[in-house]
């Protein structure tokens, strides 16, 4: 082979330039390594010289460029030696033979390349591909081949935008997408397909604005016609899946909608199903599950895939908790998770043959790592949680109790936390369960345990004192029963649920269990100590629930029988009457009076 200064000389005679073009392109074709030698001496300037010359001449340097551009020593020094500049000049104007060599260059020079695809963004190549795209764009099912100048653009194009942000809003400004989603609709190249998918999926992270604009384009349909012709390249399903499975879309209703109208969540479920035979669809099988989770997250989803029939999800969950894939035992659960989001679901649901046991085995069984136990048993205990709350279904899991409160004791908070949660929905409505529960002192001691040892994790926070107030509520107790288990020092928390105004409920439970206690101790001697007045003048502002208030209320009043000291009289009687005076609060003046004459001190 000639050495580089030979090269170069033998570039700069017309009467051979095109002789030796051939013969450069030769080389770098059969040794890519070989061109690395040809980058001094002017030879990398030359051929960019011919870039800009007659076609012929222009596309072959343009191919020698692509292929030498395939060593990364060689992208590194083409970005440098000013390449990429001639060559979006060509994307912008040259007839589709010789863009395609270009795309090409581009593509193979900015690969993995950040500064490559800076230069291309400055220099307006982004621009370039996006209108040669739209210029070009094919009226029908015409791009098969990877010589294809749809080929070269869309891989340039995909290229140029991953992992580059400023170039992805580049081509979203310059409105793309539609472009994009035309190719999606002609393309029958899977690894078109997988480019452009590729490219959209970056795109949906980049806000709400192209999240809407990608609805309203109806990927749905589009993605479930791609499944259908592309149902034997994995690449191409997974693709699809890596955008319908994007967040910021699958969130939408009017996605979720499309998703099940079009017949995505079928293929979805025939996508798991076939991977269950096949060892390397593990990806795909995962993204697939996430989706029709989420999907049928949503109630209404939920209620429309729980009625048909020739979907059956029901059915392919059970099978997927009795399976052997560990995964898909969460994915099974969870799906009947919510599906159990209503009750007249739940009700149904529980007359499947054997549900309640198989969620109480993928409870039982052993996993291969710490991750996916608590995946797979959260998945569990959150469906056991939903059904409890079926008043139809309690009887059902009644008799897994002990399990159940075996996981309130465990060392994963996640599993501690979807368990303290079961055992509360079990446990309302049932006053047998709540009596039997609170006078089981080791299990309440454990409870306010749990307070202080997960004091980060906000679910056990929130859910272990909504499960004492409901054992206060539910139960039948007598005063030593309450006695002792104020004794365990449960108080604190209920007072703490009266204090959660964003949440109105948990107060009115807290009030109530408080209301509970008085009237089973015959008198609130014990909770003046605990300071419930405080926490009563607490809720009493204006911006307080109305019902929180009347409970709040009827506790001071309630409270007022056992107040033994004038000073704490005085101090709630005037605060009352402040209330009164600033809010106009008529039910608050009355009850300071009314206390007033209960209680003359002397």
């Known amino acids: 082979m000639p050495d580089p200064q030979t090269h170069n000389q033998l570039l700069r005679r017309p009467s051979i330039i095109d002789q030796h073009l051939s013969t450069l392109l030769q080389t770098v074709s059969i040794e890519v390594e070989a061109g690395s030698e040809l980058l001094t001496d002017g030879i990398i300037e030359r051929l960019a010289e011919l870039l800009s010359t007659t076609s012929g001449r222009a596309e072959q340097a343009a191919e020698i460029i692509a292929e030498m551009a395939k060593s990364e020593d060689n992208r590194i020094i083409m ?33 993995e390349s950040t500064s490559g695809r800076d230069i291309v963004l400055s220099e307006g190549g982004v621009n370039a591909l996006v209108n040669r795209l739209n210029e070009l764009m094919p009226e029908e099912a015409t791009v098969t081949s990877q010589n294809d100048v749809h080929y070269m653009l869309c891989g340039s194009l995909h290229t140029i935008c991953m992992d580059h942000e400023e170039v992805q809003k580049e081509a979203i400004k310059l409105k793309s997408l539609p472009i994009l989603v035309e190719y999606l609709k002609h393309s029958t190249d899977g690894t078109v397909l997988r480019f452009v998918l590729n490219i959209i999926a970056a795109f949906l992270d980049h806000g709400e604005e192209i999240t809407e604009a990608a609805i309203q384009l109806n990927l749905a349909p589009i993605a479930s016609d791609i499944l259908k012709t592309q149902k034997d390249d994995d690449t191409v399903k997974e693709a699809v899946l890596d955008v319908l499975g994007n967040f910021n879309l699958l969130e939408k209703p009017l996605i979720q909608m499309q998703l099940y109208q079009s017949g995505v969540l079928n293929q979805i479920v025939e996508i798991i199903n076939t991977s269950l035979d096949e060892t390397d669809t593990a990806a795909i099988e995962r993204i697939a599950s996430e989706i029709l989770v989420l999907v049928v997250s949503h109630d209404g989803i939920a209620q429309l895939v729980f009625e048909d029939t020739a979907l059956d999800l029901t059915k392919e969950a059970m099978d997927w908790m009795k399976g052997y894939q560990e995964h898909l035992k969460g994915t099974g659960a969870l799906v009947i998770g919510n599906l159990a989001t209503s009750d007249l679901r739940s009700s149904l ?224 009687t005037e605060h009352l009457n402040r209330l009164a005076v600033s809010n106009a609060d008529l039910p608050a003046k009355q009850l300071a009076t009314e206390i007033k004459q209960s209680k003359p001190f002397n």
């Open 349 to 572: 649901l529980v007359d499947t043959p054997d549900l309640v046991e198989t969620l109480f085995k993928v409870l039982a069984c052993d996993y291969t790592s710490d991750e996916m136990l608590v995946k797979v048993k959260h998945a569990a205990l959150s469906a056991l949680r939903n059904l409890s709350i079926c008043e139809v279904a309690k009887p059902r899991i009644r008799p897994h109790l002990e399990t159940l409160l075996g996981y309130v004791s465990c060392d994963m908070p996640m599993l501690v936390f979807k368990s303290v949660g079961c055992v509360r929905c079990l446990t309302r409505g049932d006053s047998e369960i709540a009596t039997e529960l609170a006078v089981n002192l080791t299990l309440l001691q454990t409870l306010v345990g749990l307070v202080d040892k997960y004091k980060y994790h906000n679910g056990i926070q929130g859910e272990v004192p909504r499960l004492i107030s409901t054992l206060i509520v539910e139960g039948k107790h007598n005063p030593q029963t309450i006695t002792q288990m104020i004794e365990c020092k449960i108080m604190p928390l209920i007072l703490q649920m009266t204090t959660t105004k964003e949440f109105p409920q948990i107060q009115v439970e807290g009030w109530l269990a408080i209301q509970k206690i008085i009237h089973t101790q015959g008198d609130g001697s014990s909770l003046v100590s605990e300071k419930v007045l405080k926490f009563c003048e607490g809720s009493l502002t204006d911006d307080t629930n109305p019902n929180v208030r009347i409970l709040a209320l009827n506790i001071i009043r309630l409270l007022s029988s056992s107040i033994t000291k004038e000073e704490d009289l005085h101090e709630i």
């Open 79 to 111: 970005v440098q030696q000013a390449v990429i500049p001639p060559l979006v000049a060509m994307v912008h104007n040259s007839a589709p033979r010789v863009l395609r060599q270009a795309c090409r260059a581009m593509g193979n020079i900015c690969f």
